[in-house]
């Protein structure tokens, strides 16, 4: 640039400062959704852009710009929507459906008992079996779900966290009874316990126990799964639980590191399970934000993998991740709207890099939702990839001036919860104190602030609602209370046909795996082939790793 | 200093972990002025009502977003009643669809907060009705 | 409902709302109190009293949990107050203490309640002690006053126990803090907590020391220091023995002079409350103010007024008292 162009320049900024420092504007709330001033514009002056460092090329690092060189001209995401409800049957049925219509990788629901280690026959699951996903309590169980599904051929995503090693023993029982090898096997576990510590509070035993479990596993499947994602690091739960987007990465980048830092203590080779580790975000409404949050999340775990762990495999460096679109940005009144939202946010992950995407149906703030609205969800995507255009350039996005600056900002805002966590002695020691469980909180309540002072505009709620407040006409799906009556007659059966002797030799041989070091996962796998239930394994896990106990946090 | 400070206890029964309306709701209540014991999640009906009669409160209000609210919601109120606490005022909310709004109100609850409720008009709605009980029952 | 005999009638029969109902008549300094504690009344005395109190994050909550169990596994029956202060803005609470003892809310032989500090010091300290007369004559073996803090307020809900419990942890200084501030003086028990972390041996060592450095009467009472880790539920046995020893040195003469010495002062405080809620909000003294300030060259000339007015009262009322065959010169 020459001098005088320089001036130009200058003098240009100038005058559009100029006018429009004098310009009227309108009264509104010029904040991100996180509540972050924003300039009015951004330019060369507000950020710093070093292309060679902080940006790279899609598939090279820092992996700011995608992690694969082709982005979806090589492959779109994958379009997997999260399902599962009722009996193992109907979510069979849903799974087949699903498939039929061109998804391509299945996502299983839990139900709370499942999801909590609980027998659906428990007296503690009592009116809540099938209610939010699928009763899953033992190997049976995950036959009937998976019945005429081609193991080898799909991969599977399960929500589950405290009983993750379990259920993957039934499932992986499960393929071995259709004669298809552990190895062949495609999928995730979700196995980010520290997060429902901090956010989703589906836990099973106290923080260190928990983590020798998923060391366990992540051992187990390098050895025996070598494809299966062994840990979905989370920070979906974390969000909706009222977190902001920098809270949100920066709580579960620290997750993840932790991760890391427990796998190399037990003695694993970081390269060896860094790259079988994968990560879930949530997408919101703030458009940009989010795309800033899933550049700013690939550069960070890049640059920390590599520096702080010495990481040498360019697979350990990557952040691939699934995104679900905010199921607390979805409104009870006039749902339909929330399609929009949906979309919204579904571009945003799309044009912030994800490798896969779930998109919310319009109807769940109100139960779970219809075949219909699924269709519809499913098909938003299929129009921003088919329709839209978008897909055909990676980080369509990347130089703006407003997203590297919204980029280096959450960075940094990250890097202040990582020095703050390291303070307080680790991820666990602060769960134990409750700070993660306290920021989200405080987050949570100022936003609803915000809603209700009207600082913050949701369409249908706070302003264009309708005259008519009458509820909304969309049909409710409901769970039919006979599936907790079946179930709990299923569990009977099954304890009663199963070789007893056997099953209480592979509950015992459990107890003392966990009594010791051995892995626990071999010793899951045989009590699944034993036929020994969900609750029966995790009644011991508790009784020798204790259980934990939720920390103060108001 | 004869004082009447309302007391509520938020309760999370059943097995869902999603705490973030109880526990803003919790905190909204204290700005009001009132008492507010939160119970922590994963409670069962029995360990509710338990606390809610230790604590003499004369809120109970429960969160639930699990689907489990038909099963768990007339637990609470039998349990309570067999511990002598039948006149607790009760509230519910979550993701309750109106049909099983309209039954639970049928079955004894006071009043229940759908998704979107503001916080402000729930903690007014306890405020008013506490105050009212209070001037047509007498300080019981 | 409502009724005082009804409540007693209840309480007597062991329904658990009836005490709490009685708890909240303290609490809100409910006319029907009196008559409802006199009913009971004969049945105070038989449980001890522990006050526990302590800075912030010392872990009370945990340690009070795990006292409850080792008590219940020697099958005694455990009543806890856990304070918790009220906002001073809006007058709520959230009282949260409870959590930590979760595990403890279907025990039969358990009773947890929470009190929130709300206004003056006198009336915490007045409805802590009714809580306490009431919960003991419900029959628990074991009560357990927790509050948060170190002031004023704490110190006097405290001292009204059998047993004083100050319980400390290494680190953030709060040995210093407790010197400084004269807990070490309420103290019969000093419990270092979380001594599992770093700096715990020297908070002991300097706890020791600060206790040989008082002058003490040959027979009198010295405090013990016990370390434990309640959080990994790791030597709380020894507070409770601690608890035990202090209990056996109080038992006879001394116990009956402390407890008859806390019973006078209870007496002086609901007086103290109730003379001040008569003056201020039902005898219309504030009206009285009011003139005095308008007449008065400052607050103080005016108080002198006021003061001269009720102490000639007063004065009148001690001149009628009956002889008294015990009082001291």
Request: hydrophobic share 40%.
């Amino acid at each position: 640039m020459t001098e005088t162009q320089e001036v130009k320049t200058v003098d240009a900024r100038r005058l559009w400062q100029e006018a429009y420092s004098s310009a009227k504007l309108r009264e509104a709330n010029f904040t991100s959704l996180s509540g972050e001033e924003l300039k009015p514009l951004y330019g060369p002056d507000d950020v710093r852009i070093d292309a060679d460092q902080d940006l790279g090329h899609p598939g090279s690092f820092p992996f700011t710009r995608g992690v694969h060189p082709t982005m979806y001209r090589g492959r779109l995401w994958t379009m997997r929507q999260f399902a599962g409800f009722g009996s193992a049957r109907e979510t069979n049925e849903r799974f087949r459906y699903l498939l039929g219509l061109g998804q391509t990788g299945l996502s299983v629901a839990f139900d709370f008992p499942t999801l909590m280690g609980y027998d659906s026959d428990d007296a503690i699951s009592r009116g809540e079996v099938g209610q939010v996903g699928v009763a899953i309590s033992s190997l049976q169980d995950m036959e009937t779900m998976m019945a005429g599904i081609p193991m080898d051929k799909v991969s599977t995503s399960m929500t589950i966290n405290g009983p993750a090693p379990i259920l993957l023993a039934f499932y992986i029982a499960c393929a071995e009874r259709q004669g298809i090898a552990a190895g062949e096997l495609r999928g995730t576990v979700q196995n980010d316990i520290l997060k429902e510590y901090q956010a989703q509070h589906a836990w099973l035993v106290a923080p260190e126990p928990a983590l020798r479990m998923i060391t366990d596993l992540m051992s187990y499947c390098s050895r025996a799964v070598p494809q299966w994602n062994t840990i979905s690091i989370s920070g979906y739960h974390i969000r909706e639980a009222g977190s902001t987007a920098a809270q949100e990465l920066a709580f579960t980048l620290a997750n993840g590191l932790e991760y890391v830092r427990r796998g190399v203590a037990a003695g694993m080779d970081v390269d060896e399970f860094a790259p079988r580790l994968s990560f879930f975000f949530d997408s919101h409404l703030d458009f940009f934000e989010e795309i800033a949050k899933f550049r700013a999340a690939r550069r960070i775990w890049a640059r920390k993998l590599r520096a702080d762990f010495g990481a040498q495999r360019e697979a350990s460096w990557k952040v691939r991740f699934h995104t679900q679109t905010a199921g607390v940005s979805l409104t009870a009144q006039q749902p339909e709207n929330n399609i929009v939202r949906t979309t919204l946010e579904a571009l945003a992950a799309v044009l912030g890099g994800t490798q896969s995407l779930h998109t919310n149906s319009m109807d769940e703030t109100l139960s779970l939702p219809t075949e219909k609205a699924v269709k519809i969800a499913l098909r938003t995507q299929q129009v921003i990839a088919e329709e839209s255009e978008v897909a055909h350039v990676a980080d369509p996005l990347g130089g703006s001036y407003y997203i590297e600056a919204l980029t280096n900002r959450i960075e940094e805002h990250a890097q202040a919860y990582f020095d703050e966590i390291e303070r307080l002695g680790g991820v666990v020691p602060a769960i134990e104190a409750g700070f993660f469980q306290k920021e989200i909180h405080r987050s949570a309540v100022r936003y609803q602030q915000d809603v209700e002072q009207g600082k913050k505009h949701v369409v249908g709620v706070n302003c264009y609602q309708d005259e008519d407040q009458a509820g909304p006409e969309i049909d409710i799906h409901r769970i039919d209370p006979a599936v907790e009556v079946d179930q709990r007659e299923r569990l009977a059966k099954l304890r009663a046909g199963r070789d007893e002797v056997a099953a209480q030799a592979a509950l015992a041989a459990v107890r003392a795996a966990a009594e010791g070091t051995d892995n626990l996962m071999d010793c899951f796998v045989a009590a699944a082939h034993a036929d020994c239930t969900l609750g029966e394994i995790t009644a011991i896990l508790r009784d020798v790793f204790g259980e934990f106990k939720e920390p103060k946090t108001l | 200093m004869n004082q009447r400070i309302i007391r509520v206890l938020v309760g999370k029964p059943g097995l869902d972990g999603h705490d973030r309306g109880a526990k803003t709701v919790a905190s909204v209540l204290r700005d009001r002025g009132m008492e507010v014991i939160y119970t922590g999640l994963h409670q069962t009906p029995e360990m509710i009502a338990e606390v809610a009669a230790q604590e003499d409160v004369d809120v109970v209000g429960l969160s639930i977003l699990s689907g489990a609210h038909m099963e768990l919601f007339p637990r609470v109120k039998a349990e309570l009643e067999s511990r002598g606490m039948g006149h607790t005022l009760l509230v519910g909310g979550g993701i309750i669809p109106a049909d099983d709004m309209t039954a639970l109100e049928e079955g004894g609850y006071a009043r229940l907060f759908g998704p979107g409720s503001r916080t402000e008009d729930i903690a007014n709605w306890i405020d008013t009705e506490m105050n009212r009980r209070w001037a047509t029952e007498g300080d019981n | 409902m409502g009724q005082s005999a009804d409540i007693t009638t209840r309480f007597l029969a062991g329904e658990r709302a009836a005490l709490a109902r009685l708890i909240s008549w303290a609490e809100n300094g409910d006319g029907r109190f009196a008559a409802a504690l006199a009913e009971v009344f004969d049945r105070v005395g038989r449980a001890w009293r522990v006050g526990i109190t302590g800075p912030p994050g010392a872990g009370k909550s945990t340690l009070v949990n795990e006292m409850a169990r080792l008590f219940r596994d020697a099958e005694r029956t455990v009543g806890v107050l856990a304070v918790d202060p009220s906002s001073p803005f809006t007058g709520g609470a959230l009282l949260g203490d409870r959590i930590r003892m979760e595990e403890r809310t279907l025990d039969p032989g358990v009773f947890i309640r929470s009190m929130a500090s709300r206004g003056s010091h006198g009336g915490l300290a007045c409805a802590s002690v009714d809580a306490c007369d009431v919960m003991d004559a419900f029959g628990f073996d074991e009560l357990l006053v927790e509050t948060v803090g170190v002031g004023q307020a704490e110190h006097d809900i405290v001292s009204a126990a059998d047993t004083v419990l100050v319980v400390l942890c290494p680190g953030a200084g709060d040995g210093i803090q407790a010197m400084k501030s004269g807990l070490l003086e309420t103290a019969d028990v000093l419990v270092v907590n979380k001594a599992d972390q770093h700096g715990a041996d020297r908070l002991i060592s300097d706890l020791e020391e600060a206790l040989e450095l008082r002058g003490m009467a040959p027979d009198a009472w010295c405090p013990l220091v016990v370390s434990c880790s309640a959080g990994k539920a790791q030597g709380v046995e020894a507070v409770n023995a601690a608890i035990a020893q202090h209990r056996a040195y109080l038992a006879g003469e001394r116990l009956e002079r402390a407890r008859a010495a806390m019973r006078a002062e209870q007496v002086q405080r609901v007086v103290g409350e109730r003379l001040l809620a008569a003056l201020w909000n039902e005898r219309g003294y504030d009206r009285e103010t009011e003139r005095l300030l308008a007449s008065a060259p400052s607050p103080h000339a005016a108080a002198e007024q006021a003061l001269a007015r009720i102490l000639a009262q007063v004065d009148n009322i001690a001149d009628n008292l009956e002889p008294s065959t015990g009082s001291q010169p």
